[in-house]
Nanobody, 119 residues
Framework: VQLQASGGGLVEAGGSLRLSCTAP????MAWFRQAPGKEREFVSS????????LYADFVKGRFTISRSDANHRMFLQMNSLLPEDTAVYFC?????????????????WGQGTLVTVSS
C-alpha cells in the first residue's frame, strides 16, 4: 500500500487548506502531524466506510476528516488555521477498518506534506 499526501502549503493565520491522501478501501485511516523539534502527534482518524471519526482536542471544530472510497481518497479540511498548526502532516493507514489515535497502530505511512501557517 502506497500512500500519497498532498495539499500542503503556506497560508495566513485564519485561512484554510485541504489535504488529500490516497485511501485504500476497507482500511482505517488517519492524519498525524509533526512540528519542528516535536514528536509526531495524532490529528484525526476515520474508519471504513467513513461512519466514525475521531479528533484531537486541539482541532475539534476546525478540522474535518472525510473519505471518498469511490475515488480512493481521504481528506482533511483545515479551517481557522493557527501558527501552531505548522507541521508536516502525514496520512496513515491500517488494515483494520476502525479508528485509532496511536501511531503504532498504523502500518502504512505517506511521505508527508508541509503546512506552514504565518501569523
Amino acid at each position: 500500500v502506497q500512500l500519497q499526501a498532498s495539499g500542503g502549503g503556506l497560508v495566513e493565520a485564519g485561512g484554510s487548506l485541504r489535504l488529500s491522501c490516497t485511501a485504500p478501501g476497507r482500511y482505517g485511516m488517519a492524519w498525524f502531524r509533526q512540528a519542528p523539534g516535536k514528536e509526531r502527534e495524532f490529528v484525526s482518524s476515520i474508519d471504513w466506510p467513513g461512519r466514525k471519526t475521531l479528533y484531537a482536542d486541539f482541532v475539534k471544530g476546525r478540522f474535518t476528516i472525510s473519505r471518498s472510497d469511490a475515488n480512493h481518497r481521504m481528506f482533511l479540511q483545515m479551517n481557522s488555521l493557527l501558527p501552531e498548526d505548522t507541521a508536516v502532516y502525514f496520512c496513515a493507514a491500517r488494515r483494520n477498518a476502525g479508528i485509532y489515535s496511536r501511531s503504532d497502530r498504523f502500518e502504512f505511512w505517506g511521505q508527508g506534506t508541509l503546512v506552514t501557517v504565518s501569523s
